[in-house]
């Protein structure tokens, strides 16, 4: 026997004194008997009704988490039953998901709300058993046969209140796939199962509002055209002067050769307008032939995490109007689930998009293979692309103020695979960057906790939670590197990083890496640049300094 | 350490702390595991409290910040989180009863101990509504965040 192998006196001790996994003060009771405790802090509020009209979502009306009776829909049960059937038929995903899990457990540590709270229903295998049991009810003989050992039950109104509480405390971030040996895709189950409950009603305003301000205006944020364009002409402002640099975006120009879409958090939150600063300067610093659109303003969709129509539809318009502006291809900023539904859902969605071209570099020649189906390149590969053929003009001391560090975004490492071009980028345009330990980062990276839709300010508790093991890596390279600068290639995480750090790590501060690829371009035409995209002084370029070797 | 129960604690750190760290983790609904994230911040935490217990230094300032922060956005009630101040004096007595047998303290020094114990109780209440205040401030600061340009233009 190993010498590390645990003490056969120390397991005993344990298995009599230590509460059973699941079990807690409940010892006499099954885990779906184990109630549900919505309190401030721990739900968000649902859709308002008018959100609901406007999107033609089912059972508008007056609710909250804690109260006792959630009106809902008559027939509701069957509501649940008829759309889960569906569903199995629609989506093979589903029905696999939820036939092959064996319960080997190897995903239950992996969640970051498994971890943040440990709460045993955040464990993914658990999380998914809370539809899984539902729907190993719909099947009558094996219920028959198997009753009390299927882990089937009957689908009641705690049932909507247990999925209501832990689909919402799923970013659907998919870190837990990563150690499935099956590969089941927990956030599949999760999307599966908050569609089911947007079928009667059960859902969450921060992530409708969005989703019904961008039917209708085009983007998240609900920002109208005339508003987005002086948005952005402000922004130009900015960077005039900052740098002496008038750049000139064109909007909704036919016949550019690019059209550009990122999350509208870049054009209206901070810290975001920095980082659509940077791909300001950059696309001018290559004389880009490229247009922003103020319909197909926002590169995030929030559909994907209400429902498949939704998402669809959403991803759609971007489409639509790279078709009616007849551009060649689509470059997209930084943003999370754009690239998770652009990746994976849109060619069997909306594609293939055939009216667009297969996207070349105007500037390196460089023809994104990868990109041949959805025609759209992620702007971290092609700004990646650029410093390989030496196109730009970078000097990274001009970034020397931060000591930064990089948060892979869920949607783009686990989504699409893309570990090395940001750190690539990072390299070339700062000098000191230190990775977060090996199991947080590239495809093991842990979630901002505030993903697809749960980035709500009355379920702050819950994120705080959910981002403490994101929070714990960047605590470790703040204390053993001086760290003070998390860099990240998502719209969610500048929005919800800052108050995690905030938190948990005071003196951290978050940027989109394009803001740090703005500070370090040397622009022709420049005036001396003493600060960065922040107005914060740069090290080494004050006043009277020389700023060049 | 100095005084006599600072000196106790020092002796049978150990043991103190094993059971410190075990009464926080089974707060949370299903005991928490300690080599989680949150596991090893609070062991962190509380060794550094129990380093520096006998006075208010910037360590042991700093540690029991980082004790609390966990705590004040966790499902369990307030009261729960200050109990596991209050709980480090009779975990104290159980083990130098366990372990010392005669070497306890007199009543005056028992006395002390808990007078401490008592401060450092009020301190981590303190700490506590600082972070819950701090919540509700980052609220604040993300919503002015997420309309930046709005607020700018207002200003301008």
């Given at each position: 026997m190993s010498k590390y192998a645990p003490k056969v006196t120390v397991l005993k001790k344990e298995l009599e004194e230590k509460p059973g996994f699941l079990k807690g003060n409940y010892s006499d009771k099954e885990w779906w008997d184990i109630p549900v405790e919505f309190r401030e802090g721990n739900w968000c509020f649902p859709g308002k009704p008018e959100v609901l009209d406007d999107l033609g979502f089912p059972n508008p009306r007056k609710w909250a988490a804690t109260d006792q009776d959630w009106k809902l829909p008559d027939g509701w049960q069957k509501i649940i039953s008829d759309g889960l059937q569906s569903r199995l038929k629609k989506y093979r995903s589903l029905k696999l998901f939820l036939d092959t899990c064996?319960?080997?457990?190897?995903?239950?540590?992996?969640?970051h709300f498994f971890l943040g709270?440990?709460?045993?229903?955040?464990?993914p295998v658990l999380r998914a058993e809370l539809l899984r049991s539902v729907y190993r009810n719909d099947f009558p003989l094996a219920e028959k046969i198997l009753k009390g050992f299927s882990g089937s039950r009957k689908l009641t109104p705690e049932v909507i209140k247990e999925w209501h509480m832990y689909f919402h405390q799923c970013t659907e971030c998919r870190r837990c796939s990563v150690f499935c040996p099956f590969g089941i895709d927990t956030a599949e189950i999760t999307m599966m199962a908050r569609e089911l409950l947007n079928l009667i009603g059960v859902n969450n305003n921060w992530l409708l509002a969005p989703v019904s301000n961008c039917n209708r205006t085009g983007n998240h944020l609900g920002i109208e055209p005339h508003t987005f364009v002086q948005n952005i002409e402000s922004l130009v402002e900015d960077i005039e002067d900052h740098t002496g640099v008038k750049v000139e975006p064109t909007f909704n120009r036919k016949g550019a050769e690019i059209l550009f879409v990122t999350p509208s958090g870049d054009v209206f939150g901070d810290p975001g307008v920095y980082t659509m600063m940077g791909y300001l300067l950059l696309f001018h610093h290559i004389g880009l032939d490229y247009t922003i659109s103020t319909y197909a303003s926002e590169g995030g969709n929030f559909g994907m995490f209400a429902s498949n129509e939704m998402m669809k539809k959403l991803n759609a318009k971007m489409y639509h109007e790279a078709e009616r502006l007849r551009v060649k291809w689509i470059l997209g900023g930084e943003c999370g689930h754009m690239w998770r539904v652009v990746h994976q859902y849109m060619n069997t969605m909306n594609g293939p998009a055939d009216f667009l071209e297969k996207p070349v570099s105007p500037i390196t020649g460089t023809r994104f293979d990868n990109a041949a189906a959805t025609k759209m390149v992620h702007i971290a590969e092609f700004t990646a692309d650029l410093i390989h053929h030496k196109k730009l003009k970078l000097d990274p001391k001009r970034n020397d103020h931060l000591r930064t560090t990089f948060h892979d975004s869920c949607n783009v490492a686990r989504g699409m695979g893309m570990f090395e071009e940001p750190r690539y980028v990072l390299n070339n345009v700062c000098n000191t960057f230190h990775e977060m330990p090996e199991n947080t980062i590239r495809e093991q990276t842990f979630c901002c906790g505030s993903g697809s839709g749960l980035n709500a300010e009355e379920y702050m508790d819950i994120r705080m939670r959910g981002g403490f093991p994101r929070a714990n890596a960047v605590r470790h390279v703040m204390q053993k590197?001086?760290?003070d600068s998390l860099v990240t290639i998502c719209a969610i995480d500048r929005a919800s990083l800052p108050t995690l750090m905030n938190y948990w790590n005071p003196g951290v501060k978050v940027y989109g890496l394009h803001e740090l690829v703005g500070n370090a371009l040397v622009m022709?035409?420049?005036?001396?640049?003493?600060?960065d995209l922040r107005e914060n002084p740069m090290a080494g370029f004050e006043e009277g300094d020389d700023d060049e070797d | 350490m100095t005084t006599a129960w600072g000196k106790l604690i020092q002796e049978h750190r150990k043991e103190i702390l094993e059971r410190w760290l075990d009464r926080g983790l089974s707060f949370f609904s299903e005991r928490m595991d300690r080599t989680t994230p949150i596991g090893e911040a609070l062991s962190l935490g509380l060794s550094t409290l129990l380093d520096g217990i006998e006075e208010n230094g910037k360590a042991f300032t700093a540690a029991l910040n980082d004790v609390v922060r966990l705590f004040?956005?966790?499902?369990?009630p307030p009261s729960s989180s200050m109990a596991l101040f209050f709980e480090l004096t009779e975990i104290l007595r159980a083990v130098v009863t366990k372990l010392s047998g005669k070497k306890s303290l007199t009543d005056m020094e028992w006395n002390a101990c808990r007078t401490r114990m008592e401060e450092i109780t009020l301190q981590a209440f303190d700490c506590y509504m600082a972070n819950r205040e701090k919540i509700y401030q980052l609220k604040v600061d993300e919503s002015s965040r997420r309309v930046f340009m709005a607020l700018r233009r207002v200003e301008a």
């Open positions: 064996v319960r080997c457990g190897a995903c239950a540590d992996k969640c709270t440990g709460d045993p229903k955040n464990m590197h001086q760290v022709q035409g420049e005036k001396k640049r003493t600060e | 004040a956005v966790q499902n369990f």
